[in-house]
Protein backbone atom coordinates (compact mmCIF):
# COMPACT_ATOMS: atom_id res chain seq x y z
CA UNK A 1 0.00 0.00 0.00
CA UNK A 2 1.01 3.47 -0.78
CA UNK A 3 2.94 5.90 1.49
CA UNK A 4 1.39 8.91 2.45
CA UNK A 5 3.51 12.40 3.82
CA UNK A 6 1.94 15.12 4.96
CA UNK A 7 2.55 18.42 6.70
CA UNK A 8 2.24 17.36 10.81
CA UNK A 9 0.69 20.55 12.00
CA UNK A 10 -0.83 23.66 10.31
CA UNK A 11 -2.04 26.79 11.40
CA UNK A 12 -5.19 28.82 9.96
CA UNK A 13 -7.56 31.65 10.70
CA UNK A 14 -11.55 31.68 10.55
CA UNK A 15 -12.76 32.87 7.50
CA UNK A 16 -9.61 31.43 5.09
CA UNK A 17 -9.29 28.83 2.85
CA UNK A 18 -6.70 26.07 4.11
CA UNK A 19 -5.01 23.65 1.53
CA UNK A 20 -3.76 20.62 2.90
CA UNK A 21 -0.73 18.50 0.38
CA UNK A 22 -0.37 14.92 0.82
CA UNK A 23 2.12 13.66 -1.30
CA UNK A 24 2.13 9.79 -2.38
CA UNK A 25 4.58 8.89 -4.88
CA UNK A 26 3.93 5.29 -4.93
CA UNK A 27 0.30 5.34 -5.88
CA UNK A 28 -0.88 2.04 -7.85
CA UNK A 29 -3.24 2.37 -10.38
CA UNK A 30 -5.92 1.23 -8.77
CA UNK A 31 -5.83 3.13 -6.16
CA UNK A 32 -8.07 6.45 -5.00
CA UNK A 33 -7.34 9.19 -2.35
CA UNK A 34 -9.15 9.77 0.49
CA UNK A 35 -9.37 12.42 3.70
CA UNK A 36 -10.62 11.55 6.85
CA UNK A 37 -11.68 13.95 9.44
CA UNK A 38 -10.72 13.02 13.04
CA UNK A 39 -11.52 15.34 16.21
CA UNK A 40 -10.20 14.12 19.66
CA UNK A 41 -11.35 11.10 21.38
CA UNK A 42 -13.91 10.52 18.19
CA UNK A 43 -13.91 8.22 15.30
CA UNK A 44 -12.76 9.06 11.88
CA UNK A 45 -15.29 10.52 9.45
CA UNK A 46 -14.80 10.60 5.57
CA UNK A 47 -14.50 14.03 4.04
CA UNK A 48 -13.62 13.07 0.22
CA UNK A 49 -12.59 10.76 -1.74
CA UNK A 50 -11.16 11.51 -5.86
CA UNK A 51 -9.31 8.97 -7.71
CA UNK A 52 -7.76 12.03 -10.66
CA UNK A 53 -8.75 15.86 -11.39
CA UNK A 54 -10.81 17.47 -9.32
CA UNK A 55 -13.60 16.33 -6.90
CA UNK A 56 -16.09 18.87 -4.92
CA UNK A 57 -18.77 18.12 -1.83
CA UNK A 58 -20.30 19.97 0.44
CA UNK A 59 -17.42 20.46 2.62
CA UNK A 60 -14.25 20.52 0.78
CA UNK A 61 -12.53 20.09 -2.32
CA UNK A 62 -9.84 17.19 -4.14
CA UNK A 63 -7.42 18.36 -6.03
CA UNK A 64 -5.11 15.33 -7.79
CA UNK A 65 -2.60 16.46 -10.78
CA UNK A 66 -2.47 14.21 -13.78
CA UNK A 67 0.79 12.30 -11.92
CA UNK A 68 -1.56 11.49 -9.27
CA UNK A 69 1.69 11.64 -6.92
CA UNK A 70 -0.22 14.33 -4.49
CA UNK A 71 -3.46 15.56 -3.72
CA UNK A 72 -4.13 18.61 -2.00
CA UNK A 73 -7.64 18.80 0.39
CA UNK A 74 -9.21 22.52 0.01
CA UNK A 75 -11.23 23.23 3.01
CA UNK A 76 -12.92 27.04 2.15
CA UNK A 77 -13.34 29.37 4.89
CA UNK A 78 -12.75 27.03 8.04
CA UNK A 79 -14.34 27.80 11.36
CA UNK A 80 -12.86 27.25 14.94
CA UNK A 81 -14.91 23.37 14.64
CA UNK A 82 -12.59 22.32 11.99
CA UNK A 83 -9.67 22.23 14.40
CA UNK A 84 -8.79 18.81 13.69
CA UNK A 85 -6.51 16.17 12.68
CA UNK A 86 -6.99 15.15 8.85
CA UNK A 87 -5.40 12.20 7.25
CA UNK A 88 -4.96 11.45 3.71
CA UNK A 89 -5.06 7.89 2.52
CA UNK A 90 -4.78 5.70 -0.44
CA UNK A 91 -5.77 2.42 -1.29
CA UNK A 92 -8.35 0.96 -3.33
CA UNK A 93 -12.04 0.11 -3.31
CA UNK A 94 -12.13 -2.96 -4.88
CA UNK A 95 -13.04 -6.57 -3.31
CA UNK A 96 -12.91 -7.46 0.28
CA UNK A 97 -9.46 -6.40 1.71
CA UNK A 98 -9.89 -2.20 2.02
CA UNK A 99 -7.58 -2.02 4.83
CA UNK A 100 -6.70 1.71 5.19
CA UNK A 101 -3.25 2.53 6.16
CA UNK A 102 -2.90 5.68 8.18
CA UNK A 103 -0.32 8.02 8.72
CA UNK A 104 -0.13 10.58 11.80
CA UNK A 105 -2.46 13.07 9.82
CA UNK A 106 -2.32 16.89 9.84
CA UNK A 107 -3.28 18.84 12.94
CA UNK A 108 -5.08 21.80 11.57
CA UNK A 109 -5.50 24.67 14.16
CA UNK A 110 -8.25 27.19 13.67
CA UNK A 111 -7.30 30.17 15.59
CA UNK A 112 -10.16 33.32 15.90
CA UNK B 1 -28.33 8.79 9.96
CA UNK B 2 -27.76 5.45 10.80
CA UNK B 3 -24.24 4.67 12.28
CA UNK B 4 -22.24 2.09 13.89
CA UNK B 5 -22.62 2.63 17.70
CA UNK B 6 -19.89 0.76 20.27
CA UNK B 7 -19.60 -0.27 23.78
CA UNK B 8 -19.01 0.29 26.16
CA UNK B 9 -17.34 3.85 25.71
CA UNK B 10 -15.03 3.39 28.49
CA UNK B 11 -13.52 0.04 29.98
CA UNK B 12 -11.11 -0.37 32.81
CA UNK B 13 -9.63 -3.50 32.85
CA UNK B 14 -6.78 -5.53 35.08
CA UNK B 15 -3.71 -7.14 33.18
CA UNK B 16 -4.31 -10.45 31.63
CA UNK B 17 -8.40 -10.24 31.88
CA UNK B 18 -10.50 -10.58 28.87
CA UNK B 19 -12.47 -7.89 27.70
CA UNK B 20 -14.87 -7.98 24.98
CA UNK B 21 -15.57 -4.95 22.79
CA UNK B 22 -18.80 -4.97 20.90
CA UNK B 23 -19.69 -3.09 17.73
CA UNK B 24 -23.06 -2.35 16.00
CA UNK B 25 -22.16 -1.72 12.51
CA UNK B 26 -24.74 0.26 9.93
CA UNK B 27 -27.14 -2.71 8.96
CA UNK B 28 -26.60 -3.97 5.72
CA UNK B 29 -23.10 -3.03 5.63
CA UNK B 30 -21.19 -5.92 3.96
CA UNK B 31 -17.16 -5.18 5.15
CA UNK B 32 -16.05 -4.82 8.61
CA UNK B 33 -12.92 -3.67 10.86
CA UNK B 34 -11.11 -3.08 13.66
CA UNK B 35 -8.54 -0.32 14.42
CA UNK B 36 -6.74 0.61 17.46
CA UNK B 37 -5.22 3.81 18.35
CA UNK B 38 -2.84 4.79 21.13
CA UNK B 39 -2.91 8.01 23.00
CA UNK B 40 -0.99 10.38 20.46
CA UNK B 41 -0.20 7.91 17.46
CA UNK B 42 -1.78 6.99 14.15
CA UNK B 43 -4.72 4.81 13.69
CA UNK B 44 -3.50 1.29 13.07
CA UNK B 45 -5.45 -1.54 11.20
CA UNK B 46 -6.04 -4.43 13.59
CA UNK B 47 -8.56 -6.98 11.14
CA UNK B 48 -11.06 -7.08 8.44
CA UNK B 49 -14.37 -9.01 8.33
CA UNK B 50 -16.45 -10.33 5.12
CA UNK B 51 -18.86 -12.92 4.45
CA UNK B 52 -18.67 -14.11 8.37
CA UNK B 53 -14.73 -14.90 8.29
CA UNK B 54 -11.74 -12.50 8.76
CA UNK B 55 -10.29 -11.25 5.37
CA UNK B 56 -6.65 -10.22 6.29
CA UNK B 57 -5.09 -9.37 10.03
CA UNK B 58 -2.42 -7.33 11.01
CA UNK B 59 1.03 -8.53 12.65
CA UNK B 60 -0.89 -6.69 15.51
CA UNK B 61 -4.11 -9.29 15.79
CA UNK B 62 -1.93 -12.33 17.10
CA UNK B 63 -3.61 -15.49 19.28
CA UNK B 64 -5.11 -12.88 21.95
CA UNK B 65 -7.53 -11.04 19.67
CA UNK B 66 -10.58 -12.98 17.90
CA UNK B 67 -13.23 -11.59 16.07
CA UNK B 68 -17.02 -12.64 15.67
CA UNK B 69 -20.09 -11.90 14.51
CA UNK B 70 -22.58 -13.92 16.59
CA UNK B 71 -25.90 -12.83 15.96
CA UNK B 72 -25.55 -11.29 12.27
CA UNK B 73 -26.01 -7.71 13.83
CA UNK B 74 -23.11 -7.07 16.87
CA UNK B 75 -19.24 -7.14 15.56
CA UNK B 76 -16.83 -8.39 18.58
CA UNK B 77 -13.23 -8.20 19.34
CA UNK B 78 -12.36 -10.24 22.40
CA UNK B 79 -8.82 -10.13 23.59
CA UNK B 80 -7.92 -12.92 26.14
CA UNK B 81 -5.13 -11.93 28.09
CA UNK B 82 -4.65 -8.08 27.91
CA UNK B 83 -1.83 -6.59 28.08
CA UNK B 84 -0.19 -2.72 29.33
CA UNK B 85 0.04 -2.13 25.90
CA UNK B 86 -3.56 -3.08 24.57
CA UNK B 87 -4.26 0.28 26.69
CA UNK B 88 -5.94 2.32 23.38
CA UNK B 89 -8.82 3.77 21.54
CA UNK B 90 -10.59 0.34 19.77
CA UNK B 91 -12.68 1.44 16.34
CA UNK B 92 -14.94 -0.43 14.83
CA UNK B 93 -15.70 0.56 11.21
CA UNK B 94 -18.37 -1.01 8.03
CA UNK B 95 -18.45 -0.46 4.77
CA UNK B 96 -21.70 -0.66 2.68
CA UNK B 97 -19.53 -1.96 -0.37
CA UNK B 98 -18.42 1.83 -1.90
CA UNK B 99 -16.23 3.58 -0.54
CA UNK B 100 -16.38 5.05 2.44
CA UNK B 101 -15.82 3.78 5.95
CA UNK B 102 -18.05 4.86 9.00
CA UNK B 103 -16.42 4.54 11.95
CA UNK B 104 -17.98 3.90 15.48
CA UNK B 105 -17.35 6.10 18.32
CA UNK B 106 -14.91 4.10 19.82
CA UNK B 107 -14.13 2.28 22.82
CA UNK B 108 -11.13 3.56 24.91
CA UNK B 109 -9.49 0.47 27.06
CA UNK B 110 -7.33 1.45 29.84
CA UNK B 111 -5.49 -1.90 31.18
CA UNK B 112 -4.21 -1.22 34.71
Known amino acids: LAKTTQPISMDSYEGQEVNITCSHNNIATNDYITWYQQFPSQGPRFIIQGYKTKVTNEVASLFIPADRKSSTLSLPRVSLSDTAVYYC?????????????WGLGTSLAVNP | EPEVTQTPSHQVTQMGQEVILRCVPI?????FYWYRQILGQKVEFLVS????????KSEIFDDQFSVERPDGSNFTLKIRSTKLEDSAMYFCASIPGGKEQYFGPGTRLTVT
Open chain 2, 49 to 56: FYNNEISE
Open chain 2, 27 to 31: SNHLY
Open chain 1, 89 to 101: LVGNNAGNNRKLI
